[in-house]
């Protein structure tokens, strides 16, 4: 059997093609590493890469790639919905098959070396690799953005990095760590009003009394009041509750759903979830599908 880890770099810059071309390019130069899918928001200005290999192969290519997105993304000039702290904002390590998630951890520390030493960028270590407890949580590494983060870098000692100097330039700094499977999931309101989807973030989200395992943000895109949400265990709070939940919450201001999007990609076991859920269906395996049948 093949071990599989999985990485979803984010890097900050979803309007120019031709740089998201370099960094899948710095990816696909290394054969054992699968280029999975390609997830751009001009409104954020942000994408998310989905990649998969083999555990030892995956280094050397994200090293490439942050190398490349650093020359190309200058963060003085970036603008975006989404918070950054890094041309390369936040890289997660994922097991997938037959690795563990102490193999995970290995490797973003691993890569949190070479990029804060060969490549002079701060490096902070989150989620399961975290060497802090304040730092496990990605919100609060990330407290400041870019801007916040470049005085703060240099004059406080809670926010030295892990890796790297203590001062940050035109690529900002990079979050690296190990993690659980996460979806990335935005809900639409039918209104402009980013002050409800706000209110809903703030309703919805564990840090304020909401749903365990939802990180939730109010924003507006492309004229839409948007509820975008992190759900950090979907085994332990499903997709469909958190959808019914911001249904709920809508209601109370008069709004409503009007459609949804995933970033990236989805475990399959959580639409399985849902539409076990949605239609009701008691008995529902994955067995039962057809095209599980036939990949045994």
């Not at 919905?81 to 936040?90: F, K, L, M, S, Y």
Request: charge should be negative; proline fraction near 6%; glycine fraction near 8%.
């Amino acid at each position: 059997m093949q071990r599989i880890v999985e990485c979803v770099p984010n890097f900050s810059e979803g309007r120019r093609p031709e740089v998201l071309d370099a960094i899948a390019g710095a990816v696909r130069s290394h054969a054992a590493v699968r280029l999975l899918d390609i997830e751009r928001d001009a409104d954020h200005n942000r994408s998310v890469f989905t990649l998969v290999a083999p555990p030892e192969a995956l280094v050397p290519a994200l090293f490439d790639a942050i190398k490349t997105a650093a020359g190309l993304i200058d963060l003085n000039l970036h603008r975006g919905q989404h918070p950054r702290i890094g041309a390369t904002d936040v890289v997660p390590f994922v097991p997938v098959r037959g690795v563990t998630m102490e193999e995970c951890i290995a490797l973003a520390r691993e890569l949190g070396r070479r990029v804060g030493e060969e490549l002079g960028i701060p490096v902070y270590l989150y989620e399961r690799a975290a060497t802090r407890p304040e730092r496990v949580n990605l919100a609060d590494v990330r407290r400041g953005e870019y801007e916040g983060l470049k005085t703060e870098i240099e004059t406080d000692a809670d926010r030295a990095p892990d890796f790297g100097p203590a001062r940050l330039g035109p690529a900002g700094a990079t979050v690296i760590g190990a993690r659980a499977p996460l979806i990335a999931y935005n809900v639409y309101l039918n209104t402009s009003n980013v002050e409800v989807a706000k209110a809903i973030a703030k309703a919805i989200r564990h840090s304020n009394g909401g749903l365990r395992y939802v990180k939730a943000l109010g924003l507006l895109v492309n004229g839409k009041a948007q509820v975008s949400m992190n759900l950090t265990d979907f085994t332990r709070t499903p997709i469909y509750r958190v959808v019914e939940l911001v249904r709920t919450e809508a209601a109370r201001y008069g709004v409503t759903v009007e459609s949804s999007e995933l970033v990236g990609m989805i475990p399959q076991q959580a639409l399985i979830d849902a539409a076990a859920w949605y239609l009701q269906l008691h008995n529902l395996e994955p067995g039962m599908i057809l095209e599980n049948r036939l990949v045994e």
